[in-house]
């Protein structure tokens, strides 16, 4: 039998109707400037989030990366959560590619940074600090919502501030779908957003940066540098086009199959289930009931990631039968 997969909504292949928007793609060199596919993908995820413009990302690593040398120069620092995926999950790359210093902040337990915390992090104009430019914020974080009059207080003190904000929205319509609030709602509080389509819209590959036209010309450079600038990168401009009119309204379905996962595994002595917001489910375990959990689930036909706190994703790829059949190998292996 098939495993249920349930370590990240990356692990989605292509649907059909995504391998024919795939194949029957225009195509042209984007070096050149002239693939009518991403050409198309840009305006499209640009007008749908309120930018002027947007840029096709192998990554969204490289997304990030991009966005943050595109704000700030090399002794520029920029604020961020502890456990951000830019300053944790991506190798360091603004300070070692970027020569960025971040500034790291305690994630509180929703996600949010206090704005204490960044109204004290935010350094005097003075030759000893560096220059604080930047606040990043991640949208959904660890599958939570950031709610919406924080990202609206916490963009309106770094913009009060000379600072610009980014928002690593990897999962951003997750949280849209889920707070019933329009992604641009959220986004139009930023100066720069990153979305990825490889996450809960299902394609192989993709993100896309989202800001002005200025910030986006110095973000092209940089992901040209980076090594990112791809050539007939339409077929997969193809599938995120398909997958935002396809796969976005769906999430709604991963987002009851997470809820329907945790309320299955209440109520098992040493494990305790965190009740999801989106799509991620967390759940806590005994220290008893932790050792080689990972190993028996697998043996079973259920992957998941963790070790005393194991993350199960819901995706595109799994089904509500999916969920029966994991919530019982979970009860049974836990
Ligand atoms: C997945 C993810 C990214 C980008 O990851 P890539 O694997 O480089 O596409 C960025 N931020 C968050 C929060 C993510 O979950």
Same mark, same amino acid.
């Given at each position: 039998? %098939? ?19 795939? &194949? ?24 749908? *989030? ?28 920029? *604020? ?23 500034? +790291? ?27 604080? %430019?930047? *606040? ?76 002005? &036209? ?9 992901? %040209? ?49 965190? +009740? ?8 806590? =375990?005994?220290?008893? %009931? ?5 190993? &028996?689930? &697998? ?34 292996? =836990?």
């Amino acid at each position: 039998m %098939k495993p249920i997969d349930l370590r990240s909504d990356t692990v989605t292949r292509p649907t059909a109707g995504m391998w024919e928007a795939m &194949r029957a793609a225009e195509l042209g060199d984007d070096v050149f400037g002239d693939d009518p596919t991403v050409n198309a993908l840009q305006r499209r995820i640009a007008a749908d *989030l309120g930018f002027e413009a947007a840029l096709f990302m192998p990554t969204g690593t490289q997304s990030n990366l991009c966005a943050l040398m595109s704000h700030c120069q090399r002794g520029d620092e920029y *604020l961020v959560g502890q456990m951000a995926h830019t300053y944790r999950m991506e190798g360091g790359g603004a300070a070692v590619l970027g020569s960025i210093q971040p500034q +790291p902040l305690l994630n509180q337990a929703d996600g949010t940074l206090a704005l204490a915390d960044i109204e004290a992090a935010i350094k005097p104009d003075d030759a000893h600090f560096a220059r604080t %430019k930047l *606040l990043a914020l991640e949208n959904t974080w660890g599958g939570q919502v950031l709610p919406l009059d924080y990202i609206e207080a916490a963009t309106q003190l770094a913009h009060s501030r000379g600072l610009a904000a980014h928002l690593d929205g990897a999962r951003l319509f997750n949280a849209a779908l889920a707070s019933g609030v329009p992604a641009r709602e959220i986004t139009r509080h930023f100066d720069s957003v990153s979305v990825c389509f490889s996450k809960g819209l299902g394609t192989p590959a993709g993100s896309a940066l989202c800001g002005s &036209r200025e910030l986006i010309a110095r973000a092209h450079r940089w992901r %040209k540098m980076a090594g990112g600038a791809m050539r007939q990168s339409g077929v997969l401009a193809a599938a995120a086009l398909y997958a935002l009119d396809h796969h976005v309204a769906r999430l709604t379905q991963d987002h009851a199959h997470a809820r329907a996962l945790a309320a299955g595994l209440q109520g098992l002595a040493g494990v305790s289930v965190t +009740p999801p917001q989106t799509n991620i489910v967390f759940i806590d =375990l005994a220290p008893e %009931k932790a050792h080689g959990a990972v190993e &028996r689930l &697998r043996e079973r036909g259920v992957l998941a990631t963790g070790l005393t706190k194991l993350r199960l994703v819901t995706h595109l790829d799994v089904s509500a039968s999916d969920i029966d059949r994991a919530t019982v190998i979970l009860r049974e292996s =836990l």
